[in-house]
């Protein structure tokens, strides 16, 4: 992924200020910040929920804006709110958004990642009855699920118990092993050192430091 003086304003107000950022596929950055540092709105953008207001941001030589339908299956998002259909299932969730990506033998496909993060006997349940840690955990399988290269997460341990920080872990190395790169958010120092390889830190929409992350145990 290659970020080039990516800027966004809403109104008259600068969120980001001109990003330059290169991910190399495999890689786990970090990013840090203060709430309004732009760390959120930068995802966003890379999601393609969002247009730049200026700059450019191209994923596998694919720009995010000219060639947005093709760069979505490319990438699976976390936001830190959930955007799941509260009241359809577990399954029926990733059924639905699995048809949007024409995610091939989708329902062994959701069945698998449903057990994978530990929601196996809770395929049949609604969204609306789920726990904010299994909403969580519905999340990072839709985010999963059609395979995608990038994966953008917005504060992924959020509503996460050990188990589930576990599991995101587990997760994100396998996403590295098949040379995907992450993306992703957290207030959590200790949480971006033991998760990352760099830890990239936003203020003001401007990225301030950038430090590879060296004492690791993986």
């Known amino acids: 992924m290659e970020i080039r003086?990516?800027?966004?304003?809403?109104?008259l107000k600068?969120?980001?200020r001109g990003i330059d950022l290169t991910l190399p596929r495999g890689e786990r950055v970090a990013l840090l910040g203060a709430?309004?540092?732009?760390?959120?709105?930068?995802?966003?953008?890379?999601?393609?929920l969002t247009k730049p207001t200026g700059g450019t941001a191209c994923i596998n030589?694919?720009?995010?804006?000219?060639?947005?339908?093709?760069?979505?299956?490319?990438?699976?998002?976390?936001a830190h709110q959930p955007y799941l259909y509260e009241e359809l299932?577990?399954?029926?969730?990733?059924?639905?958004?699995?048809?949007?990506?024409?995610?091939?033998?989708?329902?062994?496909?959701?069945?698998?990642?449903?057990?994978?993060?530990?929601?196996?006997?809770?395929?049949?349940?609604r969204v609306s009855a789920l726990s904010r840690g299994q909403v969580q955990r519905l999340s990072l399988a839709r985010a999963l699920l059609h395979s995608p290269q990038i994966l953008l997460l917005d504060e992924p341990d959020t509503g996460l118990d050990e188990e589930g920080h576990i599991l995101l872990e587990t997760l994100l190395d396998e996403h590295t092993a098949q040379a995907g790169?992450?993306?992703?958010?957290?207030?959590?120092?200790?949480?971006?050192?033991k998760l990352s390889d760099r830890i990239v830190t936003l203020s003001?929409?401007?990225i301030i430091q950038q430090d590879a992350v060296l004492d690791k145990r993986r």
């Open 61 to 78: 030589g694919l720009d995010i804006v000219q060639d947005a339908q093709q760069v979505r299956h490319l990438v699976g998002f976390v």
């Open 35 to 48: 709430n309004g540092a732009g760390k959120t709105t930068l995802l966003r953008i890379l999601a393609g």
């Open 89 to 125: 299932t577990a399954m029926e969730n990733l059924l639905f958004f699995g048809r949007m990506y024409t995610v091939k033998h989708l329902q062994q496909r959701a069945a698998e990642l449903l057990s994978r993060v530990g929601l196996a006997r809770r395929t049949q349940e």
């Open 204 to 206: 003001g929409g401007r």
């Open 5 to 11: 003086g990516l800027k966004k304003t809403f109104g």
């Open 14 to 16: 600068p969120i980001l």
């Open 181 to 193: 790169t992450t993306l992703f958010t957290t207030h959590h120092l200790e949480l971006a050192q």
